[in-house]
């Protein structure tokens, strides 16, 4: 039996669970203040914070490290690669520490699974990193040569939901079906996953706005706030991803804390969210046209999509093209602890990751 440890950092909490081959046996999220993440610039800076934070949550729930077998965490932004599993090595680390700029929280979860490597000495992956890249080659042209479209989102998530509706709803092979799957978090990405491939896609850059993320804005526009002279582009990156969406408008990210804004009537912050739902809702629309409206499920996923509102929102804009099943809540935990049995098992062979500078 695999005894298998999973790290998934979140901008305001780390997941932890450990799985007994595909039967969760322990979980927690360890939630993290605003005022404890101000103290970091920068998301590796996290690494001793979140390491200690994880050690001492197995140690209060009695956790035996010995037992270990192996550790798997969400990925982070490697280049753009293949699904599947990928080896944590010095390589992946000192390629974590060389990205200053447009960094992700799941940056830091390698590092974490690194040091906790060292303690238990066990093998240690990432699997369905958020730069899972499969997109077709016409998905990535754009309208300036020297800017390729690339996939970075929630692929991790997505592709779990994609086989969970496929086995559990569709009953036929993911091969057999196509859908499009909304993740709705502090940050959002949507995929068209055709016969198993996500041949096409948005991140929070280039669609609807998210709780924390600015989304799909004029070129002009933004071009001329970066050449302002009032930020650096470190102020800018931070502006767009993470101090964005949500949270820009209306001082918070938490979708719960903005519906209790609109309980209590205020109409700015209903327009703001309704907007929220309206920018996804364009997304999901028009990665349809990809596959000429031949779609067979759309998903809404994620921790937002507990929203009834926003999922309401979402539906009436959408559901003419596919019906759309809400599977609220994040999978990952149980998609990396398969991800990993099945590299122990010998059914999936681990890629190795090189840093090329």
């Given at each position: 039996m695999e005894k298998i440890l999973v790290i998934n950092p979140g901008s305001t909490s780390t997941k932890i669970a450990v799985f007994e081959d595909d039967k969760q046996v322990f979980a927690k999220s360890i939630v993290h203040s605003d005022e404890e993440l101000k103290k970091f610039d920068w998301v590796m800076e996290q690494l001793d914070y979140r390491t200690n934070s994880v050690l001492n949550a197995l140690k209060e729930s009695g956790i035996e490290l010995s037992e270990i077998t192996c550790i798997m965490s969400r990925g982070g932004m490697i280049p753009p690669c293949k699904s599947g599993a990928y080896v944590i090595n010095d390589d992946m680390i000192r390629y974590m520490y060389d990205q200053k700029i447009n960094t992700h929280i799941s940056n830091i979860g390698c590092a974490v699974a690194h040091?906790?490597?060292k303690v238990i000495n066990v093998p240690a992956y990432i699997y369905d990193p958020v730069t899972v890249d499969e997109l077709e080659p016409i998905a990535r042209i754009t309208g300036l040569p020297e800017i390729e479209k690339v996939s970075r989102g929630h692929a991790l998530n997505t592709h779990a939901m994609a086989h969970k509706c496929a086995k559990e709803i569709m009953h036929k092979p993911i091969e057999e079906c196509t859908f499009i799957v909304q993740h709705l978090g502090g940050g959002c990405s949507v995929w068209l996953i055709d016969k198993g491939y996500s041949i096409d896609m948005y991140s929070d850059d280039d669609a609807g706005f998210a709780p924390e993320r600015c989304g799909k804005l004029q070129a002009m526009s933004l071009i001329k706030l970066c050449y302002s002279g009032k930020y650096t582009l470190k102020d800018m990156s931070g502006k767009?991803?993470?101090?964005?969406?949500?949270?820009?408008?209306l001082g918070t990210s938490d979708a719960r804390e903005v519906e209790k804004m609109i309980s209590e009537g205020d109409e700015h912050a209903k327009l703001i969210y309704e907007a929220f739902a309206y920018g996804i809702a364009k997304g999901i629309g028009d990665l349809a046209t990809v596959v000429k409206?031949?779609?067979?499920?759309?998903?809404?996923t994620g921790g937002v999509a507990h929203s009834k509102m926003i999922t309401d929102w979402v539906k009436e804009r959408v559901e003419w093209i596919a019906p759309v099943e809400i599977m609220a809540g994040e999978y990952e935990m149980e998609a990396l602890a398969q991800g990993g049995l099945r590299v122990m098992k010998g059914e999936e062979k681990a890629h190795d990751f090189v840093y090329k500078k």
């Open positions: 040091e906790l490597q767009v991803r993470g101090n964005a969406g949500l949270r820009a408008h409206g031949k779609v067979d499920r759309i998903i809404l």
